[in-house]
Every structure is written in structure tokens, then in C-alpha cells.
């Protein structure tokens, strides 16, 4: 079954579990400015956000790729960067339209989410559930479920019943 | 080993930066941040120099934990002779910046001299600069945000910087980080601006490693996070309801002090409280809290996010505060609020709101307003002295217009900026300044909790909540439940929590994870990062040695056991309400045995068995 990272900004928190969690598995460090996964903050709105790449199945990144560095990775469907290939010239950060594939200044070629291989990282370190893996068939499940909750309830409470 | 074992030594007066390698005995001795720190200014300044005077140094520091994955591991603090209390200062702070620094790669920057022109620290890594800061100069913090971040087109930038009240000589200015966290107390921001520091913005990019034992560091960080998870304190009070959790438990039992200090419970306090922060306001049905919020790293995330109603009196015609910003804290909406007499949750939002935009302390500012009030009341202060403002005691106006004044250091606002020791002296009423070692009580009375009355009087730092927060035994039964109103074996509770403070503040990580873990939890996150030799016992002992090193500073600044001491209201006068009707601080009768416990004399000084068992004397 392919899983998909599930995003729910209401629960974040602002606390940057998730890109430590991702350096540390990636670079070896906790360093949040080499995460693959980014919190922001809107702090006139109170919002905190994190964003990271959503695994698009026909991946801007890789069809710019003039190496063919970008492939998919079956088990998961995560695309990922082979570094041998990868020659750091930057044109899938251009193509890509999220922002979420960046060059690393230290390794001299691009970063982003692997999904860990299966385990994300940013998932299991989250505190509040504002990151999750789920079955990527039922990315809307939860919203669902809290509308359905809602709908019953507005159900059970119409005038006519009162 | 989770240092990274180099400091940054900025001297301001010629402008020449230096780098060096942590001492590799005193990191051993100390752990880091509060302790270390304290280590290094202690060997590098006299204790009996004037706080603001070229010859006071400052000290920012990180703990070993800083920047790592360990819950809550982003704090850093900030220590030199405090102006407001002649002793030494030690005020943590959470936010992003303190993770930034050690990710840039140093543990600690030491700033010493006075830079002819204002400046700022700017660092990016190993690239460290001193820049002029004329333009921002005068301005607040908030303000020097904007312009640091504009300047340098950066918006991942860390922060920290000092307000118009710290340039202006007001006592008990703080140092901002992050718009809205705070090394608060003692007036740590009066210091810096003396040296013409305006700010520190910090960019970070190496990452935080170095572990000993990555895998064992990794195993008890996610232990320790699922005890937080946990436990109904850190789990869910506090991200519910932060700090704020507090107002009305602290009311019910009768510690709340109310109208400075003369009473010990609030009809307002449930205006005021984290619950009522949550409820609908009346005028426009939205709650005051939009959020709870995290430090760095921090998994239990109390920080408040609030927002005032725009049609609220203090904020009419003023856009700019109709946004979210950092709310209020217990210890803040009770200076603010109930110490005031004033339960307008959205008044105390505002005076919060500036106290962060120009950094300074809205406890030491609440309870000094609240000495006004007194002073006021009792006819020791005039309407042509206080510039025409009524202070009396419910009056949310009188607040709101203190703060703009001590914001601008105008009117009045000059005498405010004092801190209520030198207020209440100026006005001839130095008995209704509800201070130790010149510093304002935080929000436990100490008729109502015996044991905190005896840790504010013996607190390094004069009264202060965070030295040894017995409230947790006391009233939380955390680790477990002492009576409150009780003296008995409080001696020995309040040395215990003091310590094992020291050591916690120490490591990087925040106080408040005690509510959840020991000792038990902290150490193994230690060891997988420094080494086997941080246990339980070995963190006790450094505690104890910070603790008496900081001591033996303040008896060489020329404090003497006479200021080990609580105001004569709280020993005189009986709490009027609440459970502990009838009862005075019962803090003389604990002292002896206080000291006996910490191996001093009876004159308060570390006996040379003491010294030279914690290490302290050769």
C-alpha cells in the first residue's frame, strides 16, 4: 500500500521536531536549515505551517532532470535524488512549482523528501499529529470524519427535533 | 559531547572579536549555560563592580542540550551583575536564538568593555561582525526586528535585541528574542544597552552533533518525549491552557497576592485566568488565545498567541496591535492583573504586548505600578507627581498609560522605570516595596506557601519563582505533595528544588519539563550526549556547586545574610482570606536550618568544608 504524508496546520505548534528529526536522519545533525521538511510561521495570523514535497506522481523534478537523477522509488513512491547522478544544476528547483527540491550548499547537489524510505522521520517526531503517514488513498479521512461528525450533529439538532 | 567547545569573545570597546576554546574543566564542573556562564563571570569580573559600569560583562550561553532534538533543548541564557539587584543575574530564555547560536557554532559569546557608537552583533557561522546600529538605535524592539530582517534580506534571522527602556536606563529591561520570548528579569537589557549592544541577529547553519552516543541519545529523547505526552501537566494543562493554568488554582487556595500584596485572593482572578482566555469575548465572540505555541524544540508548546479585541480601549485606532503576538503568562497577567486589582483580560494583553515591543519585565513593571497604586492611595503620591494619572487600584487606564510612559521614558514613566525598591525609597515608603535584593516577587504569596517565601528570600537572583519553584510540591504534589502552609521540612524542599534548578537550567533545557521528568529523565538524555559520567548524583552535585557559586559572588557584591529576607508585610501581616487566614511567612524560623542544610554558617556563608567539597575552594 502506498502512504502518503498527511499535513494539518491546526495542530502545529511551531516547535521544529519534524526538521530536526529530518536533518538528523539525512545530514547526521540536528540542523532545521538542511530539512527537507520546513515549519513557517505566520505570526500576525497565529498560523504555523509545515510544508514539505507531496511525492507528485508525474514529478516536475524528474522530467526536468537532465540526468535522470530523479527516480521513483516502487516501494513507496517517493521520488528520489541519486546523488551520484545528480550534477547540482539546479533546474528541477526551477521546474518544480512547490519550492519543496532545493540545492545543499554543503554537498553541492539538491535535497528533498524521500519519505525515508517508508518510515518519514518528521512523522514519528511530531508532537501534536500536525504530521502523518497514512494510506495515500484516504489523505482526506480525517476532515471527513470531522465534517461527518458535524453534519450528524447539525442532523440531530434541527428545530424539529428540539 | 554536544558542545561545540568554542566561545566568541566580542570586546566592545575596540571593536576586536576573538574566538576560544571552551574550558574543558569548568564545562566538566558547570555542564553549560547558567553554570558555566556564571563560572566564566565569576573568574573574569569583580562582584563588587557598578552593574553598568565598562567594567561588567555579559554573557550569552547555551547548554549542551541546546539545539539538539532533546525536548524543549532551545534555551539559552544571559548572565552578568544585575542593575536592578546588585547580584548576579541569570535570565533564560526559550524561542529560536539560543538553538541558532549553538548552530552557528558556539556555545557561548562573552561581551565585554562599551562600543563607542551603537552596534549589533551580526553573525552568520564563522563569520562574525560588529555593524552600526544609528539607525535603530532609539527605537523598540520590534521595530529593530524589522530592520535587521530587512537589512540582511533574511527572513530565517534570529533575533535579539534590547528596547527604548534599556537604552533609557530602566532597571529591569529584558533582552527579546523572536519577537516575543524574553531573558526577562534582573535587568539583563539595562546592561547590554550600556554597552551600546542593540542587538544580537544570529544565522546558524552548521547543525547541532557531536553526541557521544547518538543511538542512546536518540532512545532517551524519545522516552522523555513520551513521558511529557504523558503526563497531565506537561500533556495537556499546560498546552491547553499554559502557564495561565494556574490563576485560579492559585487563588482558590489563597497564594494569589491581590493589590500589592495586601490581600491573597482576587474577586477578578477568573477574568484573568488561562480558562477565561479561551472563552468567547462578549465584544467581538472571539477567544483572547488563538493558539498555544513552541519553543524550539519543545513538545509541550505553553506559549500563548493572543490577539485584542479592536474595539478594546487600548488598542483603538492602533492597527498595528490588532494581530497576533505572544500572550499572557501567569506570571504576567497576575503582576499585570491581580496585583493591580485590575482584571481586564484585554488591558493586561496590551501592557503585555508592549512590554514585549520595547523589552522590559512585565513582572518588576506590574508590581512596581502596584506600589504606585498603594503609594497613591495612601496619599505618599500626588496627581501633579504622577503627571496626572489616578492610580488606584482596579484602574486599567492607570496601567495601560504607565506602560506607554515607561515604554517611551517619559513623565512619570521615569520613576516606574526604577523598579518599586527605588520608587517606594523616593516617595518616602520603602516598607510597601514587596521586593528581595530589590527584585519583585513573582505570583505566590508567601503566607499561602510557606516553602516559596523561603526560596524567594535565599534566591541568588532576589525573589524569583524559577530558582526553586516549590509550588510544584507544595501545591501540584509534583514529585510528591507538601503541605502548604507548613514550614516544617521546607528547608530541605527548598534546597533540593534549588539544586536540581541549577542543574536543569544548566543542560539547555527548560524548567518546565519537571513537572514531567526527574533527574531520572534528564540524565540519560545527557549521557547519550555528553558522556556516561552525567548521573543523577553527579548532576546534584554540580547543582549544589552552581548554587554556592553564585552565592559566594553575592557575598563578595557585599550582600550579607540581613538580605536573605521577606518585606515586613508578609511576616507581619496575616493573610486576611482563604486558607491560610491568620498566617504570616514563617521565613526566619526556616532560615536557620536553611543554612545548616547547605553547610553555611549562621551568618549565611559557605563554610571552607562546604567550599571544598563542592570544589569551590582548593
Known sequence: ?162 | MSWTGKLLRINLTSGEITTEALNDQWKKDYLGSRGLATKYLSEEIDPACDPLSIENKMIMATGPLTGTMAATGGRYVVVTKGPLTNCIACSNSGGFIGAEMKSAGWDMIIFEGKSPEPVYLYIENDKVELLPADEIWGTSVWNTDEWLHNKHQDPLLRIAAVGRPAENGCLYAGIVNDLHRAAGRSGVGTVMASKNLKAVAIRGTLGVGNLTDPEAFMKAVNEGKAVLADNPVTGQGLPAYGTQVLMNVINEIGALPTNNMKDVQFDGAHAISGEAMSEPRKSDGRPNLTTNAACFGCTIACGRISTIDQGHFSVKNKAKYWGNSGGLEYEAAWALGADNGVDDLDALTYVNFICNEDGFDPITFGATVAAAMEMFEAGDLTLEQTGGIEFKFGSAEALTQSVELVALGEGFGQDLALGSKRLCEKYGRPELSMTVKGQEFPAYDPRGIQGIGLNYATSNRGACHVRGYTVASEVLGIPEKTDPLTADGKPGLVKAFQDITASVDSSGLCLFTTFAWSLENIAPQLQGACGNEWTVDYLLEVGERIWNMEREFNLKAGITSADDTLPPRLREEAAKTGPAKGMVSQVEAMMPEYYQLRGWSEDGKPTDATLIRLGLKG
Not at chain 1, 532532470?65 to 513512491?77: E, F, K, Q, R, Y
Request: charged share 20%; aromatic share 6%; with cysteine.
Open chain 1, 1 to 162: 500500500m502506498e502512504k502518503s504524508l498527511v499535513i494539518n496546520p491546526d495542530n502545529c505548534t511551531g516547535c521544529l521536531q519534524c526538521e530536526m528529526a529530518c536533518s538528523y536522519e539525512n545530514e547526521g545533525v540536528f540542523n532545521p536549515s538542511k530539512s527537507r521538511i520546513k515549519v513557517f510561521t505566520f505570526h500576525q495570523e497565529g498560523r504555523f505551517v509545515p510544508y514539505t514535497c507531496t511525492q507528485c506522481a508525474d514529478a516536475w523534478c524528474q522530467q526536468a532532470c537532465p540526468v535522470d537523477a530523479i527516480s521513483l522509488n516502487l516501494v513507496t513512491g517517493a521520488k528520489e535524488v541519486n546523488e551520484s547522478s545528480c550534477v547540482g544544476c539546479k533546474v528541477c528547483t526551477i521546474s518544480c512549482p512547490f519550492g519543496t527540491i532545493n540545492y545543499n550548499q554543503s554537498s553541492g547537489k539538491v535535497i528533498k523528501c524521500d519519505l525515508c524510505g517508508g518510515d518519514p522521520k518528521c512523522a514519528s517526531a511530531c508532537p501534536t499529529q500536525a504530521i502523518s503517514y497514512v494510506d495515500a488513498d484516504q489523505t482526506g479521512l480525517d476532515k471527513m470524519r470531522k465534517w461527518a461528525t458535524e453534519t450528524d450533529h447539525a442532523s440531530t439538532n434541527t428545530p424539529a427535533n428540539a
